[in-house]
C-alpha cells in the first residue's frame, strides 16, 4: 500500500548482493515509484524518497570512495549556505582536505552533478569531469583516464555502477558479453 516508502526502506537495508535486483523490480512495476541517481542537493547517506515526485534518490553513502567524512563535508555545507547551483560554487565552497579529486570523479560518474549541469546523456558527465579538472587545475598525467569506449551508453552506465557501489564489474569480460550481443 506504500510502495515509495516500502521501497526507500529496502534500499536502505539491502544487502549489497540484493541492491541491483531491487534496482530491476523497482523499474519493472507500474507503481509511480522511481529510483533515480544520488543528486547533491537531494541526496544524503541514506536513501531519500520524495513524495511528491515517487523518486527515490541513490545514498551517497554507497558511492565508492565517499566515506562518512566526505558526506558530512557536504551536507554541513549544504544545510548552513544552502543548495549548490553549480559545479564551481561546490567547489568554491566544499572544505576540499575533505572532499578530494576521487571523490568528486565518484560524485560526478555517479550522477550527482546531473541536475546542476544540465547533464541529458549519460555520456554528459565526461564534460563535467574535464570542467572540473580545469577548474581544480589537475595535471593531465593525474586525470581518470577513460576508455576509448567512452562513446558508448554502456560504457558510462558501467562506470555509474561501479562508482555507485552496484558491484564490480569485469570490464573486458563486457566489452565481449557486449560484442557477440551486437554480432548476434
Same mark, same amino acid.
Not at 507500474?30 to 531519500?48: A, E, H, L, M, R
Not at 549556505?81 to 576521487?102: H, Q
Not at 581544480?136 to 558510462?156: A, I, L, N
Given at each position: 500500500?506504500?510502495?515509495?516508502?516500502?521501497? %526507500?526502506?529496502?534500499?536502505?537495508?539491502?544487502?549489497?548482493?540484493?541492491?541491483? !535486483?531491487?534496482?530491476?523490480?523497482?523499474?519493472?512495476?507500474?507503481?509511480?515509484?522511481?529510483?533515480?541517481?544520488?543528486? =547533491?542537493?537531494?541526496?544524503?547517506?541514506?536513501?531519500?524518497?520524495?513524495?511528491?515526485?515517487?523518486?527515490?534518490?541513490?545514498?551517497?553513502?554507497?558511492?565508492?570512495?565517499?566515506?562518512?567524512?566526505? %558526506?558530512?563535508?557536504? $551536507?554541513?555545507? !549544504?544545510?548552513?549556505?544552502?543548495?549548490?547551483?553549480?559545479?564551481?560554487?561546490?567547489?568554491? !565552497?566544499?572544505?576540499?582536505?575533505?572532499?578530494?579529486?576521487?571523490?568528486?570523479?565518484?560524485?560526478?560518474?555517479?550522477?550527482?552533478?546531473?541536475?546542476?549541469?544540465?547533464?541529458?546523456?549519460?555520456?554528459?558527465?565526461?564534460?563535467?569531469?574535464?570542467?572540473?579538472?580545469?577548474?581544480?587545475?589537475?595535471?593531465?598525467?593525474?586525470?581518470?583516464?577513460?576508455?576509448?569506449?567512452?562513446?558508448?551508453?554502456?560504457?558510462?552506465?558501467? $562506470?555509474?555502477?561501479?562508482?555507485?557501489?552496484?558491484?564490480?564489474?569485469?570490464?573486458?569480460?563486457? =566489452?565481449?558479453?557486449?560484442?557477440?550481443?551486437?554480432?548476434?
Amino acid at each position: 500500500h506504500y510502495p515509495l516508502e516500502f521501497w %526507500t526502506t529496502s534500499f536502505e537495508w539491502a544487502k549489497d548482493e540484493e541492491t541491483s !535486483r531491487f534496482v530491476s523490480e523497482v523499474s519493472k512495476l507500474d507503481n509511480g515509484v522511481s529510483i533515480v541517481p544520488p543528486d =547533491i542537493n537531494q541526496s544524503f547517506p541514506k536513501f531519500t524518497s520524495n513524495p511528491d515526485t515517487g523518486k527515490i534518490y541513490w545514498s551517497m553513502g554507497k558511492i565508492k570512495f565517499v566515506g562518512d567524512g566526505a %558526506t558530512e563535508a557536504i $551536507l554541513t555545507e !549544504r544545510d548552513e549556505n544552502g543548495e549548490f547551483f553549480s559545479l564551481e560554487e561546490f567547489y568554491d !565552497r566544499i572544505n576540499t582536505t575533505k572532499v578530494n579529486k576521487r571523490i568528486v570523479e565518484n560524485l560526478i560518474i555517479s550522477g550527482c552533478f546531473d541536475e546542476l549541469e544540465n547533464v541529458v546523456d549519460i555520456r554528459g558527465r565526461e564534460e563535467v569531469i574535464n570542467k572540473y579538472y580545469e577548474m581544480h587545475k589537475v595535471k593531465d598525467k593525474d586525470r581518470k583516464e577513460f576508455s576509448s569506449d567512452k562513446k558508448y551508453q554502456w560504457y558510462w552506465t558501467l $562506470l555509474q555502477k561501479q562508482a555507485s557501489g552496484l558491484g564490480h564489474f569485469d570490464y573486458e569480460h563486457l =566489452i565481449v558479453q557486449t560484442d557477440l550481443k551486437y554480432m548476434v
